[in-house]
């Protein structure tokens, strides 16, 4: 019988279940892996921009459309 559960996977590359199993028995299994969701994207990306968006000349090229102080 085919059995289906759904598992992150950590930075170390440990499954880990999203849902209690009992056990999952010895042996061999597919593994398909999905496109991160927007969310997860947007999230891994902002620390990588925030060193751009921080920088004082990005604050200068932007004034213009912030409101009025």
Do not use: Y
Request: hydrophobic share 45%; net charge negative.
């Amino acid at each position: 019988m085919l059995q289906t559960i759904e598992v992150e996977i950590d930075a170390s590359g440990h499954i880990h279940p999203l849902e209690p199993v009992q056990t999952i028995p010895a042996g061999r299994a597919l593994l398909t892996l999905l496109k991160p969701s927007v969310d997860e994207a947007l999230q891994l990306a902002e620390a990588a921009l925030a060193e751009d968006w921080l920088k004082p000349e990005e604050e200068e090229a932007w004034a213009h459309l912030q409101p009025a102080k």
